[in-house]
């Protein structure tokens, strides 16, 4: 079965600053997808950023990056330039392909202080 | 824009009073999902359509019901609410594609949500 770590339930990090949210996943799967979730306090869901495990480049989104290591089955995210507006819970979600079901993790809440 | 809109965003309800949630989207989505949130928790998978098609997960409460009228709709029923049932519910939807026998699914995308409070 598969399974995704976030072994992170808090994290801080000053504005404008750099935070890595770590995120660890178990699978015998050789093709997936892995994404990161941000959930501000009251508001919806969104997509921050999204893998296919096929590809090698990490991907990016404005200051939000992942560092993908597929061997060590690691699955990171960096957000630079921290902006108050980050302040969120951040969930690392993992599907096999041809499957529609998420399996999350079970979140990590970052801070960014003023 | 093109998005899921859940309704109504918070919703009290009585001990064993039925309560439905409702939720639509204007992506033309082929997949929606509800899950249950309970307070700093990651989502609960409590069922899915694919179209018409209704698929349950094995621990999902038989007081959880849901309905698919058509595309854009669908409800979520709590037959009889314990204090257990209050969290709060979202709606998601996905865009399955197929080419040939290789199907995949897109990411999901998220309603606000709607906050359950049982009396």
């Known amino acids: 079965a598969q399974t995704v770590t976030q072994s992170q339930p808090e994290m801080s990090v000053q504005e404008a600053e750099t935070v890595t949210l770590s995120c660890t996943y178990d699978?015998?799967?050789?093709?997936?997808?892995l994404f990161w979730y941000k959930q501000p306090p009251s508001r919806q869901m969104i997509l921050v950023i999204r893998?296919?495990?096929?590809?090698?480049q990490n991907a990016t989104e404005n200051r939000f990056s992942v560092n993908f290591q597929k061997a060590a089955k690691s699955f990171s995210l960096k957000i630079s330039d921290s902006q108050l507006g980050d302040t969120a819970m951040y969930f690392c979600?993992?599907?096999?392909?041809?499957?529609?079901?998420?399996?999350f993790g079970t979140g990590t809440r970052l801070k960014v202080l003023a | 824009d093109a998005m899921v809109i859940q309704n109504p965003r918070y919703q009290v309800t009585q001990f064993g009073k039925p309560v439905t949630l409702s939720c639509s989207q204007t992506?033309?989505?082929?997949?929606m999902y509800w899950y249950q949130q309970k307070s700093s928790q990651a989502p609960k998978l409590l069922f899915h359509?694919?179209?018409?098609?209704?698929?349950n997960e094995a621990d999902t409460p038989d007081n959880f019901q849901s309905r698919r009228p058509n595309t854009s709709f669908c409800f979520l029923d709590i037959r009889s609410p314990g204090l257990g049932d209050a969290a709060m519910y979202l709606c998601?939807?996905?865009?399955?594609?197929?080419?040939?026998?290789?199907?995949?699914?897109?990411?999901?995308?998220f309603g606000p949500g709607t906050r359950l409070t049982v009396l």
């Open positions: 979600a993992f599907m096999t392909s041809g499957t529609y079901k998420y399996i």
């Open positions: 998601a939807t996905s865009r399955e594609n197929s080419s040939g026998r290789v199907v995949w699914y897109n990411e999901q995308f």
């Open positions: 992506l033309n989505h082929n997949v």
């Open positions: 359509y694919y179209d018409k098609d209704f698929n």
């Open positions: 699978t015998s799967e050789s093709n997936y997808y």
């Open positions: 893998q296919e495990a096929y590809k090698q």
